[in-house]
Each structure stands twice: as C-alpha cells, then as structure tokens.
C-alpha cells in the first residue's frame, strides 16, 4: 500500500537501514499470566499465537538461523528485526530475558528487536534492562491493549483495565523506549466509534506505532463457543474493511502503522475464512484507501475523544509534550 496514504513499518525501517528489513517471529514458550488463574483472553487459545517452534525444542538462535535461511532466499533482504512474538515475553525474570534477547542479537544480521507483551507484565526491572540493550540497537515493545474501553477489555476477560495500558506506555516512554500499541476491530459490542475512540486515546498517550487487525476466531476458544452459541457474528470483509479506514484516518499522522490485517493459522481458523485470502483482503484494503482518498490522521484531534452517547466516558492519557515526537 502507498505511504501517502498511511505510515508503512517497512517504508519506516529502509528509511532507517537504507534497504529492506524483514521480521523473524520467535517463540520462546514464556506463557501468559492471563491464563494462569482463568481461561485467558476469549479470542485465544493455549498457542498463544505461537509458531511451535519452542514446542519443537528449536532455540532462539535456531529460530534466527532458520528465519534468516528463508527469508533472505525468498526476499533477497539481509537485515532483520527479531520479534518475540508468542505469548508475554517479558514474562520471566530480567536475567532470563536478557539472555533470551542477547542470544537473537548474537547474529548481527539482526538488527533490532520487537518484544511483544501485555501493558500489565512489565516491572521497572524489566524496563531498564531494556534500556541497557536498546543503546546497542533498535528495540521497541508491543503492548497488547485491543480496545481502550473498560467495559470491552472485562468482557473479552482481558485480565487488566485501560490504565495499566496507559501506565505503561508512560513508563515505557519516560525511559525512550518505543511503543507499538496491538487493536483489535470488531470486538463484541464495540461500535466503530468505540474503535475510533480507541484509536485517539492511543494517538493522545503518544505511542510511536500501532497494529491492527479484525477480530477472528480459533479453535479452542471461548470465542468459538459463542459463535456456537450464536451470541457472536464473525465480521464480513466489508464491515472489516470499513472499520480499518475510520481507524486509520482517527490515528496521529506521526504513528507508524505495523500492521493493517492479521494472518491466522490455516488449521486454526474457524471464521471469518475470508482471512485465509491475506494477499487478496490486502489488495482490497488498498484499493479502497485510494478509491476513497483514505489518509492517515484526517480525522486525528478533530472531534471529541469522547462520543456524546457513550455511557462510560474514556479518560484521556497524554504524555509529556517532551515525547510528542515518538522519537524511534
């Protein structure tokens, strides 16, 4: 998709590195704490969005070698950033962490790290830790928020309120680590001006990035058993698409936009099916964002942060206006 329309990651990265950088996903088995007392998030099963290859008793070097392997023979790239991706990965004490980390940058064709993990499972601790690394290379975090409403994350049994989000992009900000919020569209319940809201209130806390992708369902889910139930409507493509472009046009021009839609696992995948078309649902995304002149930050600080029929109204989170720059 053009940049004139939105912030793309891989514009963004070749700015910086000056040619094209691919992510390697790794997958370090660390859990979640959301699944220790309760069943976790409705939308999630015990894989935890993982590869497997943890299971599989792959390594994190292994995991970097294999990636590399493929990626520079399909793509022709020869630098790339080490995403722990599956699970909480700042789940673990500090020392076990580093290590984990310090072994995906032992090869220095990586570049950089993407940590991703929930708003509510990063101590100071953790945090400065990630500093002393992020003075040898690019490191940001993702936090998984998916929707800045209290009501929506109780309902999803996401296991932690909006402000523990909030919280920790200020602490995470206040040490000049970048931050790259996770939201999910078509939750139960969420209108699209739920999602718009949500979208402002992240673009107002300051986050340097954010990924979207529309809710779907996997096997082994509480979500799953709801649309059993009948109690819950997979998004159809348009409705999806819809939703994606009223959120793009309420984020801050300055974000960098990781992520527009999602590729489920194959064998996992109940519904929407269309999602297995990743490259076709692409194409389509992008050709609406041209044929409706879709633009990053048209609608950003335009309206209320608050829409006049919401029963709860959401707080607004700002950050110093020293790191309104998102510096990277």
């Not at 409705?239 to 959120?247: K, R």
Request: proline residues 5%; aromatic residues 6%.
């Amino acid at each position: 998709m053009t940049q004139a329309h939105y912030r793309t990651l891989s514009s963004w990265l070749k700015q910086i590195f000056g040619e094209p950088v691919r992510k390697i996903s790794i997958d370090v088995g660390l859990g979640c704490p959301n699944r220790v007392s309760s069943p976790g998030c409705i939308y999630c099963n015990p894989r935890g969005s993982g590869t497997g290859a943890h299971a599989n008793g792959l390594t994190v070097s292994e995991q970097v070698a294999r990636g590399i392997e493929f990626l520079s023979h399909r793509y022709g790239c020869q630098k790339f950033i080490a995403y722990f991706q599956s699970y909480t990965n700042t789940y673990g004490p500090p020392e076990l962490l580093e290590s984990l980390y310090r072994e995906a940058l032992a090869d220095q064709r990586i570049v950089g790290l993407s940590i991703g993990t929930r708003p509510d499972c990063v101590p100071d601790a953790v945090l400065d830790m990630i500093v002393e690394i992020r003075k040898e290379k690019l490191v940001w975090i993702e936090y998984g928020l998916q929707s800045a409403h209290a009501w929506t994350l109780a309902r999803i049994n996401r296991g932690h309120d909006p402000e523990a989000f909030f919280d920790a992009v200020r602490r995470t900000r206040s040490r000049d680590i970048p931050v790259v919020a996770h939201l999910i569209l078509g939750l139960p319940g969420e209108s699209v001006q739920d999602m718009v809201t949500t979208a402002r209130a992240v673009s107002a806390a300051g986050v340097n990035g954010v990924k979207l992708h529309p809710l779907y369902i996997i096997k082994g889910t509480e979500l799953e058993n709801m649309l059993q139930k009948g109690t819950y409507a997979p998004l159809t493509e348009e409705d999806a698409i819809d939703m994606t472009l009223s959120v793009i046009q309420a984020l801050s021009p300055e974000i960098v936009v990781h992520r527009l839609t999602s590729d489920p696992h194959r064998d996992e995948l109940v519904a929407p099916l269309w999602m297995l078309d990743k490259r076709g649902v692409r194409s389509r995304l992008e050709q609406a964002l041209r044929s409706r002149d879709i633009r990053q930050g048209t609608t950003w600080g335009r309206a209320s942060l608050v829409d006049e029929e919401q029963t709860a109204p959401l707080q607004l989170h700002t950050i110093d206006a020293a790191d309104q720059s998102r510096k990277w």
